[in-house]
């Protein structure tokens, strides 16, 4: 088992920035590819942003690149999610999760934890 609590989301202002961590409990955390995804109310969850074990790669989807950067601390436990330029269509519930891939996926199926998640109101 892999616990994880997301923190840091809120209320921001388009065009304004906010950091998501995710901290992970347990010794493996190291071993885990981590993985951000979202949903918004009405749509299916998509994938955001994913990071390697060592955090040597990150992937992201089209919309979120040059916005957003993943990071993970491993000596913390805990992968991060740091989103700027915000867009009102960035509202959603923000989720971490961990895979046994260490590479990272961007498959939803190729995680094994989730956390609860995190919301995220961006206002125009």
């Known amino acids: 088992q892999v616990p994880l609590v997301e923190s840091g989301g809120g209320l921001v202002q388009a065009g304004g920035s906010l950091r998501l961590s995710c901290l992970a409990s347990?010794?493996?955390?190291?071993?885990?590819?981590m993985g951000w995804f979202r949903q918004a109310p009405g749509k299916e969850r998509e994938f955001v942003a994913a990071?390697?074990?060592?955090?040597?790669?990150?992937y992201y989807a089209d919309s979120m690149k040059g916005r957003f950067t993943i990071s993970r601390d491993n000596a913390k436990n805990t992968v991060y999610l740091q989103m700027s330029s915000l867009k009102p269509e960035d509202t959603a519930v923000y989720y971490c999760?961990?895979?046994?891939?260490?590479?990272?996926?961007?498959?939803?199926?190729?995680?094994?934890?989730w956390g609860q998640g995190t919301q995220v109101t961006v206002s125009s």
């Open positions: 347990g010794r493996t955390f190291s071993r885990y590819g």
């Open positions: 999760a961990a895979s046994h891939y260490g590479s990272g996926s961007y498959q939803s199926s190729d995680y094994d934890y």
């Open positions: 990071i390697n074990w060592s955090g040597g790669s990150t």
